[in-house]
């Protein structure tokens, strides 16, 4: 999710918090793209949940390069888990296996 701080109604703090309290949403990424520059909003939004932080002007190259870094964290984070649920089960196989000897 690529998304700005200013926005009409909610701040960019309030939907980054909202999405990442919501187990359907907690897991994308979000990546701040703010005219604001000061080190206390890229802290807020930090503490709001978001993943990284772009000033305008955005280099695209450097936006690019941001959104496959996040793609790949998030893929290679599910993978994790899903590594680690297979070798639970393994290990409850064998120890049940174990157990029956």
Do not use: W
Not at 66 to 91: K, M, Q
Request: glycine share 4%; with cysteine.
């Amino acid at each position: 999710i690529l998304l700005d701080i200013m926005m009409p109604k909610l701040s960019g703090y309030e939907v980054c918090a909202q999405l990442k309290q919501s187990d359907e949403t907690k897991d994308i990424p979000i990546l701040v793209i703010t005219a604001l520059n000061e080190m206390g909003d890229i802290e807020k939004s930090v503490q709001a949940g978001c993943d990284d932080f772009l000033t305008k002007p955005v280099n695209r190259i450097e936006l690019t390069t941001r959104v496959r870094s996040l793609l790949r964290v998030r893929h290679l984070t599910h993978e994790r888990d899903r590594l680690l649920a297979y070798l639970a089960e393994v290990e409850g196989t064998t120890r049940s296996t174990s157990s029956e000897s």
